[in-house]
């Protein structure tokens, strides 16, 4: 676990003038038609990949997976939707901590021979003060149930928004008293970060203690909201800066600076209402699990 606690603002505002982001501005030029054509492209690769290994009687192939990270209200359920909404006749299954939560109509995943489901997550206080979710018995059971069917040819992982990506992550590679893990069945491909660009500053600065924030019900979580942002995007390959339309060029640039500094690996893509081609978050290889 990292601790972010000593993190002040102006150790944001030393970094920034040392850094110049020049911002991706090829989603300005994309067509509505060219991101139909690529995703209709990418959809075809992951299913192809499938029907191969099945005509050379290989083993099941191991079911590809994204989870999808973000504060509440920095638009991870809108990306889930464009996801599905977009799929181009990939099979998709989606794990979500509380639909009621996050409002996503079941049709929209099962009409297309996808499937819905839901796991509780509760939160327990470890003896070293972190908190550290109890979600990873019921996410083992659901993600080997699915993978074991094999007929879904990815799988999406929506935490809630106060979730770290890294206690869901480390689900893959823990490993049963049998001595069996998760990455025998499925293949933890892309973590994706969703921020919020309009309260990114007034986020990562943030010294309010996410128990006294309407997202948790829970009196012992002692993580501000600034160490929360800050796991969510040191922990991601690839990082969503949504609601670019409501603001400047310039703070634009800043914290894609930041973003930068808090985490060189990670792909950046600036975006409104989530918009982003699926290439981009599904299959992109990109995650090594050690």
Do not use: W
Request: proline share 2%.
């Amino acid at each position: 676990h990292y601790h972010h606690h000593h993190i002040q603002s102006n150790i944001f505002a030393l970094l920034l003038p040392t850094m110049k982001v020049q911002l991706k501005r090829r989603h300005n030029h994309t067509t509505g038609k060219e991101i139909k054509r690529n995703n209709q492209k990418h959809v075809q690769n992951i299913i192809n990949k499938k029907t191969k290994k099945k005509k050379d009687g290989k083993k099941g192939r191991r079911l590809p997976v994204t989870i999808l990270s973000g504060f509440l209200g920095a638009g991870k359920t809108t990306l889930l939707k464009n996801i599905l909404n977009n799929r181009e006749g990939l099979r998709v299954a989606v794990i979500v901590n509380d639909m009621s939560e996050i409002n996503i109509d079941a049709q929209l995943v099962t009409k297309g021979g996808g499937a819905l489901s839901q796991i509780e997550e509760k939160l327990v206080e470890m003896q070293n003060g972190c908190i550290c979710c109890t979600l990873r018995e019921d996410l083992l059971v659901e993600v080997r149930k699915l993978a074991a069917q094999q007929k879904f040819d990815y799988l999406l992982i929506e935490g809630t928004g106060i979730s770290e990506p890294m206690q869901v992550a480390e689900t893959f590679t823990f490993e049963d008293e049998s001595g069996s893990s998760l990455s025998k069945s499925a293949r933890l491909d892309t973590m994706v970060t969703v921020v919020d660009a309009f309260n990114f500053f007034k986020n990562v600065n943030s010294i309010l203690h996410l128990k006294d924030t309407p997202e948790t019900n829970d009196d012992t979580d002692m993580r501000t909201i600034s160490h929360l942002l800050i796991d969510q995007v040191e922990f991601a390959n690839v990082i969503i800066l949504n609601k670019i339309e409501l603001v400047k060029q310039e703070e634009k640039e800043k914290i894609v600076a930041v973003l930068h500094k808090l985490n060189p690996a990670a792909k950046v893509i600036p975006t409104s209402f989530s918009e982003v081609e699926l290439s981009e978050v599904l299959n992109t290889r990109c995650r090594k699990v050690n």
